[in-house]
Every structure is written in C-alpha cells, then in structure tokens.
C-alpha cells in the first residue's frame, strides 16, 4: 500500500498542475466550468449533415494498396451502464442479436457489392460496441466463420475485440475465449472501469472487481494481449479510493492502462442515464472539475512510476510493441477505415460518414440493399488541413511533410498566429520537422487541438471561454 508521505507528494505534484490548468483557464483554452468534449473525430461525428449515397461516394476511390481498418460495431450489453451514452439494446435479446448478426453480415455483402470487391482486406479489425461478447458462443462462432468469409486476412496485423468482465468469465466465457482464439483475435480491451465494488455499483455495471482481475487473468491465459479500461471522475470515486483502483491495476500484468475522463453531456446523439445526476433530478456526488484533474495526474504519476508511459493519447503501456492498431492508423497514419453496423462510422482520406442510430432505419436500409449511412460529410481543402492536425496532433506528433501529402499546404505557411502563442504557453513544441504537444499540452491535449477546429465546430459558444490570448475563436482563420 502506497505510503502517507508518498501520497501528500502526489496530492502536492496534482495540485501545481491544477494551478496551471487554471491558469489556462483564465487564458481561453479550457471552457470556463472545465467541461470538456473529446477530440475523436474531426469534425466532430455528429455534426453531419444527411448526405445522398450515391454523390457521397461519387469521387470515392479505394486506397491504391486496397487495405483499410475495419470497425464493426455489436449494440448489445448485459445491462446499460450509467456513464454510457450509446445506444443498445440490454438483456439476452436472443432473437434481436440473431436478426442483427445477419443484418451486419448483409450490410457488408452490400459494401462488397457497391465497391465489387470480393473481400475486404483489413490491416487491423476492431469488434466494439456494446459488447460482442455479449452473443452466445454458438452465435459468436457463426458471425466470426461469417465475417472471416468476407475478409482477406494476409494483411492483418491485430485483431482487436471490446468487452466487459463477465462475458468471458464463467464456462460460457471459457468457450468465447476458445472460439475468439479459434478465429484469429489478438487483443481483448476489458472494460474494468474501477477496482471499487462501491462505484461498481453506481456505475451499474455488472460485475464486481474480483470478477473484474478475474477476466484479465482469464484473457491472459488464452494468450491475447489485454488493454484495461478506467473511468475516472464519476460519482462514489475519491481521490482516496482512486488511488486504492491505481495500484490494484498497476499490479496486474497485463501491459496496457487506459483511462478515460466521464462525460456527463453526452458529445453524440443519446444522453445516457449520467445525466440525470447532472441536471439534478438526482442526488449527486460527481467530484468536481479540481478533484477529476487530480485524479488524471495522479494516475499519469503513478503509471509513469511502474513503467507505463502513454503510447496514444490516454493509453499507457509497459511494452510499446502493444498498443492499438487500429487507433494508430485512423488517428496517426490517417489510413482509410470502414465501419459496419447500428452507429458504425468510417474515416476515410477525405471523407467521414457514419450509420444510422436507429435499428429500424437500419433493417430498412438493407432490406431496400442501401448501406445503412445517414449522415456524412465530405471535408474541403481547408477542413481536410484542420483534420490532418487534429487527430495526429493529440496522439502522435504532426509530420509537417505528412501534412503536406494530407492537405497541400505548408505547415510553416498555415495557423501561424496559433501555433506561435501555443508554444508561447508552452503547449507546442516545433521541432523543425515535427509539431508536437508539451508535457503540459499533453494533459490538456483535447483543448489544444481543439484550437484548430473551425468555428462551427468548436466545442463550446465563445462565451463559455475567457476572452484571453489562446480563446479558440481567436486566430482561428487558416492563414491568420
Ligand atoms: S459502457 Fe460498454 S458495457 Fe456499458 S452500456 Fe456502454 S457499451 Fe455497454
């Protein structure tokens, strides 16, 4: 157990970086309640517009190596979790995760068909959701045999599935294990979101933190790699108990730690059940923006002192050969991805789309043999440079000759009043070659790249930001 003295001095080291999050508070950077709104996507998923298939893809052509990412996207849990704000289905819903199953596999015959493709050939597949490991194992084998039919696999460097403790724990988890093994997965990411049976509980989830080690243990024996997953900042967690959460998890050996800020006001379309404690029509203990800083901190501080480092934004690891492929590629390398299922979405060179939320729009899609899609977007040359920062920036570094290849223009020649005053904070450093966040910038990294969102899609109206130097909406023209 960590040492009195050891924790005043993580309690001291949170506290100055607290200050310093203030600071740019006052500055512009960071909203003035501290809420915040992850940079996942640029622009932002849900921003769309509804588009026309047909003129979507019109100036579409598939990669010239012909290899993408594939997400596949299960909307299925055992119950809705309070922090959660997809939508889903909860419960055994046998009959409804054999009717989408075979709607997943038809809505990938209808890609193959529109692009006349005989497979796809993934570099890395994620299954997400919901969990997929939420089909019974008969029906786990069937879409896996399914899905293998319609991918070429010779490219595949990781095949990655989400899921919660308890679907592999147990005899029927035995059975999945054997199965995912069986069709080639590599990689398990375990949703534990905290090690405190207390907070479990007021998260709704489904298993207790025993059950939680249980199922690392468990994925580790068949020989995946494991990723762990935490949520800090929400109701029944202190600073105290996070604490007791972090060095339980340090103490696991699997090699990666992800960690994950709650959002109380949802980003997408569905308000999970969060919000309600938010609006106050419930009682609420959610730790305020101060105690939810230092808890990152803390945790960064204690991963770093065990050998985690982050690999990608908010990932920390142990062994940098294990990290996620397919966040790398979308968000670093910016390669092609496509997207299946209720919500999938996919990011293209140039192009984002994403499918429908609702399962009947999606049954009726296709059954008329339409994929599925409701809302895209296809980015201009401005946008098209906004995004090749944005994502690059929070989870790598910006290649200023990648950049140049992604949108045509010149680093050097583009946001020079922001990426001056950023460095001038101490935010950015430019190394010549390479734009990339600070320490600081790092710990801030959503705000920062959120610089350089255009005005429509900046987080926050500007009044909710102090009128200071790194306000988003200042400077925020390309060429200022
Ligand atoms: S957090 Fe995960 S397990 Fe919980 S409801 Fe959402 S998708 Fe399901």
Not at 41 to 48: E, L, R, S
Not at 305 to 326: C, D, I, K, Q, W
Not at 341 to 365: H, K, P
Request: with cysteine; glycine share 8%; aromatic share 12%.
């Amino acid at each position: 157990m960590i040492s009195e003295e050891k924790k005043a001095e993580l309690l001291r080291h949170a506290e100055e970086v607290f200050g310093r999050v203030q600071e740019y508070q006052r500055l512009g950077l960071i909203c003035e309640d501290g809420d915040f709104v992850p940079s996942v996507h640029y622009p932002p998923i849900t921003q769309y517009e509804p588009c026309d298939i047909d003129a979507y893809f019109k100036t579409y052509t598939q990669p010239a190596d012909g290899l993408m990412d594939i997400y596949v996207h299960i909307p299925f849990c055992i119950q809705h979790c309070t922090f959660c704000h997809y939508p889903g289905m909860t419960g055994p819903r046998i009959q409804e995760k054999t009717q989408y199953v075979e709607y997943l596999l038809r809505e990938m015959d209808i890609y193959l068909r529109y692009f006349g493709l005989q497979k796809i050939r993934p570099r890395s597949i994620l299954l997400g959701g919901g969990t997929p490991t939420s089909l019974p194992p008969k029906l786990l084998d069937h879409f896996l045999t399914e899905f293998d039919r319609r991918v070429d696999m010779s490219a595949c460097r990781q095949y990655n599935v989400d899921l919660g403790p308890n679907s592999i724990n147990g005899e029927d988890g035995t059975e999945k294990c054997r199965i995912m093994k069986e069709h080639g997965i590599t990689r398990l990411t375990i949703g534990l979101q905290s090690l405190d049976d207390h907070v479990l509980r007021l998260m709704n989830r489904p298993h207790s933190a025993q059950e939680g080690i249980e199922s690392v243990y468990k994925a580790l024996e068949y020989g995946f790699d494991v990723n762990i997953e935490f949520i800090y900042g929400h109701p029944g967690e202190t600073i105290d108990n996070w604490i007791e959460v972090m060095e339980k998890a340090i103490q696991l050996p699997m090699a990666e730690i992800q960690l994950y800020r709650l959002k109380v006001q949802a980003y997408g379309d569905f308000q999970g059940v969060i919000n309600r404690f938010h609006r106050g029509s419930a009682p609420t203990d959610i730790p305020d923006f101060k105690t939810t800083m230092m808890m990152k901190q803390i945790a960064i501080d204690m991963l770093r002192e065990n050998g985690f480092n982050e690999r990608l934004r908010r990932v920390y690891t142990r062994n940098p050969a294990v990290y996620s492929h397919y966040a790398y590629n979308q968000c670093c390398n910016q390669y092609d991805q496509v997207g299946f299922g209720l919500t999938g979405f996919s990011s293209y060179r140039d192009r984002f789309d994403i499918n429908t939320q609702y399962f009947n729009e999606y049954y009726e899609a296709i059954d008329a043999g339409r994929l599925p899609i409701n809302r895209g977007l296809v980015r201009d040359r401005e946008e098209q440079a906004r995004w090749a920062i944005v994502l690059p920036l929070k989870n790598r570094d910006v290649r200023k000759n990648e950049f140049k290849a992604r949108s045509g223009y010149d680093f050097d020649e583009v946001f020079r009043t922001k990426v001056a005053r950023l460095e001038e904070y101490g935010l950015l450093e430019d190394t010549g070659k390479v734009i990339r966040l600070t320490e600081m910038g790092g710990f801030v990294a959503d705000e920062v790249c959120e610089q350089f969102n255009s005005i429509p899609y900046i987080p926050f109206p500007r009044e909710r930001y102090a009128e200071g130097p790194l306000n988003p909406y200042e400077n925020n023209s390309l060429d200022a």
